[in-house]
């Protein structure tokens, strides 16, 4: 059976590395690894897949220099002022997973205003990981639970608490940059998602990357905890 590919996740990695082996600022990789965003955003549109989460800053990347960390902020506000038009005219909804609560007043009222604007678009569904953080996802939604309810609660039931309610779990996770690791991202909704590492710098992601890696996926037999046999029946 084909395996069916609703959902792909990016860990966007090697900007810096990018930018380095070039001689550039830091901030010309993110700079780069932004075009690069662009592009996928309508690349996986095009591939019908209908959601798309990237992870755009940790809720660990404020340990990052203060000029990059500021940097990186620009760019994201900058990102929303320049797409805003072309998300809305594309069909993407456009949404955030992450505690935003910290992000200056005048950021959090732009990314209102773009979720408001796109809300009715389907063709896909964009989420950006903005001061993410999978623990403390999963600590805000327990929080969240707790003030609400009394009693014990199911993974259903605790789902609904977490930034991404109403999202199926992702399918494929994309890693770039060459890391084996999760450094955060998604913990929960990862358990049963098929990880594919890459060596390739995030802004030399392109087109014939994520269809190798679309390909990757197509090969893997899914099981989610049963035998194999008990899936080829
Ligand atoms: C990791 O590269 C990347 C980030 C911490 C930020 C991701 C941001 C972007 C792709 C650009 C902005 C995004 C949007 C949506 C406008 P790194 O700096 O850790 O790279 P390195 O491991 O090579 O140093």
Do not use: C
């Amino acid at each position: 059976m084909q395996n069916s590919l609703k959902h792909v996740a990016i860990i966007m990695d090697g900007n810096g590395r990018w930018a380095q082996k070039r001689g550039l600022p830091r901030l010309s990789g993110h700079e780069a690894g932004a075009r690069a965003t662009r592009k996928i955003v309508e690349l996986v549109k095009d591939r019908r897949i209908k959601y798309l989460t990237i992870y755009a800053f940790s809720s660990e990347n404020w340990r990052r220099p203060v000029e990059e960390v500021e940097g990186l902020w620009k760019l994201l506000d900058r990102f929303i002022d320049e797409e805003v038009g072309r998300l809305k005219e594309t069909g993407v909804n456009f949404n955030v997973i992450g505690d935003i609560s910290k992000l200056s007043d005048r950021l959090q009222a732009k990314i209102r205003h773009t979720i408001e604007l796109t809300k009715t678009n389907a063709a896909v569904f964009l989420n950006i990981a903005l001061n993410y953080g999978g623990r403390d996802e999963i600590v805000r939604a327990l929080n969240a639970a707790i003030k609400e309810r009394s009693g014990p609660i199911d993974e259903d039931g605790f789902r609904k608490y977490l930034d991404t309610s109403g999202i199926p779990d992702p399918d494929l996770l994309i890693r770039t940059g060459g890391e084996w690791r999760i450094s955060n991202f998604m913990l929960w909704q990862i358990a049963y998602t098929e990880i594919y590492f890459t060596d390739i710098l995030w802004p030399d992601f392109d087109g014939k990357a994520l269809d190798d890696a679309i390909g990757w996926f197509a090969t893997r037999q899914r099981r989610y905890g049963m035998t194999s046999e008990q899936v080829e029946s």
